[in-house]
């Protein structure tokens, strides 16, 4: 079952708090010299169109990347991520947002690598297309999950492993950790993030329980809601799990997220949390 289209949600407050969290560590890891893998097990199309019938359709980027791409008392942290969007759009009007993979693509250098899966039969063609011309990039239609086998460890020993999964089953909470688990027999020093969405809270304590249980350490846990946990339907709130972050990474979401929390959420209302779920 792949009806999932990111296209309907891209540039939402989900994205904003995930690329947020993804930019920071891939400027962490460019701090040494030495090359690392970018491993993006859920790349999705790479590109939106902002003004397409699917993002119009919802609007949910209206009340994300829209509220704050233009601020000027952008906090220092939001630099790396926000020069990409700009990057995309020249003009004063907000017309593409850039997925994970463009993201990456700008911001990795010429000594690094990316790996990126995706399986949607229509989305597929438009990352590849994306990528044609890139020397850094394999782009395969594969299962994401099974890379976090056959990929790992990189020849270059460090490397960030991107886990986005669309959640449109319910399995995946599952299979993202015994995702992880597999990733972190072969490569227990890579960075793994995981994005998640808080739709029933029951299904995030069960998954980090689970997490929990492997045995991996040092575990830190980002979240922004938008609302209060609730038992209808939606999505309420999303979150990042980081295993090994980069030191700073902690102090860098403390110093950001609550900014964004204000710009993307002016009611007031939801919350933000950065916790350390398991120490080193
Ligand atoms: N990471 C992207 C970003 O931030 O721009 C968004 C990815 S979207 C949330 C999830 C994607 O996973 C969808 O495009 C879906 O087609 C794809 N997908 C679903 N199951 C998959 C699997 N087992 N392996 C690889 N891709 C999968």
New binding site residues.
């Given amino acids: 079952m ?1 009806s ?3 296209s309907f ?2 540039g939402n407050h989900a ?1 904003v708090l ?2 947020t969290v ?1 930019s920071l560590i891939i400027e962490a890891l460019k701090e040494k010299e030495k090359p690392f893998l970018y491993l ?7 590109r ?1 169109q902002l003004s397409g019938e699917h993002a119009e359709r919802t609007g949910e980027y209206l009340e994300g990347i829209a509220r704050i791409w233009q601020q000027d008392d952008l906090p220092s942290e939001l630099e790396p991520y926000m020069n990409v969007v700009r990057h995309f759009n020249r003009g004063e009007q907000l017309r593409y947002y ?6 990456a693509r700008e911001l990795l250098r010429e000594q690094d690598s990316l790996q990126l ?4 039969p229509s ?2 063609p438009l990352l590849r297309q994306e990528f044609q011309k890139d020397e850094r990039t394999r782009v395969a239609r ?6 976090l086998k056959a990929k790992l460890p990189p020849v270059s020993r460090r490397g960030l492993i ?1 886990i ?3 959640y ?1 089953i319910k399995t ?1 909470y599952q ?1 993202v950790v015994s995702g992880i688990h597999e990733g972190y027999k072969r490569f227990a020093t890579g960075v793994y993030a995981l ?1 998640y969405p808080v739709v029933l809270r029951q299904q995030i304590k069960r998954m980090l329980r689970d997490l929990e249980a492997t045995g991996i350490r040092n575990i830190l846990q980002i979240e922004l809601g938008v609302r209060p946990d609730s038992d209808q339907r939606g999505m309420t709130a999303s979150g990042m799990i980081v295993i090994n972050p980069p030191w700073k990474l902690e102090a860098q979401m403390n110093a950001v997220l609550p900014w964004l929390h204000s710009k993307l959420v002016p009611a007031g209302i939801g919350h933000t949390l950065i916790t350390q779920v398991v120490p080193e």
């Avoid at 993006?40 to 790479?46: I, K, L």
């Fill in positions: 792949l999932y289209r990111h949600h891209a994205d995930k690329h993804q993006d097990t859920h790349a999705g199309a790479g939106y850039p997925g994970s993979p463009l993201i899966t995706e399986l949607h989305d597929f594969a299962d994401g999950y099974q890379q991107l986005d999964p669309p449109e995946d299979a994005w």
